[in-house]
């Protein structure tokens, strides 16, 4: 590996200042940083490059190699990635896969040990990761820490399995990350005290205060669906060592306009020093998860960034172990020519569905449960509605804008799981997903039982999918990699999943991002009102409606 040089305004975030200076990278390491002067205006930014702090790959669609490659083009240089959602697909095999796709491009993934496969005991999932599995995949250097602990009712009731990995990772000094939505005082000091280290799933300012100060580290999420950086991001000004930023779950489209670096510059936006706001972008990360990744010092790593400023953060280059992987918005080198190999692992078996297996039986209810969807929340309402009925039947309500939804098994033939949704608005047709987090069943809403049918038969006959269909149209992106992914080009990937959700809002729907919101109302472990394949679920007293 070659000897090079690169000049610029050198940030040094935990010393917090900047010179001019050159950095001289050899054979990927930081050989030597020399001050020139002071500041120079006008000149570029040097950095270390950005980590997701808390991401699921498998949510933007593409393989780790595709996602590599868009993210770098925006300073990405790793991320902590809990391979939870092809392990509830596929199990140990899945999370085998991550790790050795990833391994085929110079990026720094760092996967953790699921710890929740499957999420509940509510739902059907592909897979199931006992502790001894876990134990396995910690004892695994690559494997990095236990991923987010989301049975927190496990925890708090001492749960023997849940007890047992929790304490795997603690006998390898891997941290544990956390999953508590809502969780607070006495509830939340007992799931801190079982050694849980970090949360992302805080909606207000006060409860993730509230753990801040009982020591929990916060993550500020901004992902495609749960948005929490308005609520969270005041609070940078007090704990800039106690704060890191992820997306958690990133649609394809929205990762091609921006990453990490986006939240930066929103942040510095808000006011809030850019010394603080690269170190939760930039440092606290390494540190919480004892990463492979350099801080810009010598003898670290060559993980790098240049930026044209520290106030739009539009990257010019990334440079990862030395290596230039992306310059001016695009990939740089030959480096991500894509690896034949193993891209295609799937758990996918049940047949066709009938219209009739669709059909919700009115048994003279006065009102039904209603699930409410709010736009960038994972987080939902228990709202009551006056159903309507035809020919004996409830069916949606187009004008009151309460639509059909269901779930159903996609590991084996089941009764098919049907609820009603408000809040999707859509006027015609139906649209229809296998990524239904957690256990990844297929999730379909819909106007009338024949749209429903048509698109839920789309996902199965593609083992794997999106669907939008309606006013005479079939639009479906496939995604035979778990029913989660693609193995394609990532932007071409984007390009089509932009279309599908384009069409999905020209079929009615208001939300921001329609699929990303669906994928989620089967996330039994978010309150307050969920669906699984299993029946209605409530989310707070954790059992079936």
Request: proline share 4%.
């Amino acid at each position: 590996m070659s000897t090079f040089k690169v000049e610029g305004n050198i940030v040094n975030i935990t010393k917090r200042n900047i010179f001019f200076g050159e950095i001289t990278v050899e054979a990927g390491k930081i050989k030597s940083i020399t001050r020139i002067s002071e500041e120079r205006p006008g000149s570029t930014f040097i950095t270390p490059g950005f980590i997701d702090s808390h991401v699921h790959i498998e949510s933007s669609m593409l393989i780790p190699s595709e996602f590599a490659r868009l993210a770098v083009v925006h300073g990405t240089v790793a991320t902590i990635s809990d391979p939870h959602e092809i392990a509830n697909v596929c199990g140990m095999e899945g999370v085998e896969f991550m790790i050795e796709n990833g391994n085929t491009v110079p990026f720094k993934f760092n996967f953790g040990a699921p710890s929740c496969v499957p999420a509940t005991t509510f739902e059907t999932a592909g897979a199931e990761l006992n502790h001894t599995d876990v134990k396995a995949l910690l004892e695994r250097p690559e494997i990095k820490y236990l991923s987010e602990m989301m049975n927190f009712p496990g925890v708090l009731y001492q749960d023997k399995e849940v007890i047992k990995k929790i304490a795997a990772a603690h006998q390898l000094g891997k941290p544990v990350d956390g999953h508590a939505p809502g969780l607070r005082g006495d509830a939340v000091q007992k799931y801190i005290d079982a050694g849980i280290s970090t949360d992302h799933e805080c909606f207000t300012a006060e409860e993730a205060q509230d753990k801040l100060q009982r020591g929990m580290k916060i993550l500020i999420r901004e992902g495609s669906a749960a948005k929490n950086f308005e609520a969270l991001v005041h609070l940078l000004h007090d704990w800039p060592e106690m704060m890191m930023f992820c997306s958690d779950d990133k649609h394809p489209d929205s990762l091609v306009e921006s990453h990490i670096n986006g939240i930066c510059a929103r942040a510095v936006a808000k006011g809030v020093d850019v010394f603080k706001v690269l170190r939760a972008a930039c440092i606290n990360p390494i540190l919480h998860y004892k990463l492979d990744v350099g801080t810009l010092q010598v003898n670290d790593d060559a993980d790098f960034i240049v930026m044209e400023d520290l106030v739009n953060f539009k990257v010019k280059q990334t440079y990862i172990n030395g290596l230039l992987t992306a310059e001016n918005g695009k990939m740089a080198g030959n480096w991500i020519n894509h690896v034949p190999g193993k891209e295609s692992i799937n758990h996918f078996d049940c047949s066709t569905k009938k219209e009739e297996d669709f059909i919700f039986k009115y048994a003279d209810q006065q009102e039904i449960p209603v699930i409410e969807a709010l736009d960038g929340q994972l987080i939902t309402n228990k709202i009551q509605a006056k159903p309507k009925v035809e020919n004996g039947n409830i069916v949606s309500d187009v004008a009151n804008d309460i639509l059909k939804m269901v779930v159903v098994n996609r590991y084996h033939d089941a009764p098919i799981a049907v609820s009603f949704v408000k809040n999707f608005g859509l006027k015609k047709g139906a649209i229809a997903s296998s990524v239904a987090h957690d256990s990844h069943n297929i999730i379909a809403v819909g106007v009338d039982d024949s749209s429903i049918c048509t698109a839920v038969n789309l996902v199965i006959k593609e083992t794997g999918g999106v669907v939008a269909l309606g006013h005479g149209k079939e639009e479906v992106l496939p995604l035979p990699v778990g029913g989660l992914m693609s193995n394609h080009n990532g932007y071409e990937v984007a390009k089509c999943y932009t279309a599908i959700d384009q069409f999905a809002k020209d079929l009615g729907s208001t939300l921001l991002a329609p699929f990303m919101t669906l994928s989620f109302m089967a996330l039994l472990v978010i309150p307050h009102l969920k669906l699984s394949d299993k029946g209605l679920f409530d989310g707070d007293e954790f059992k079936f409606v």
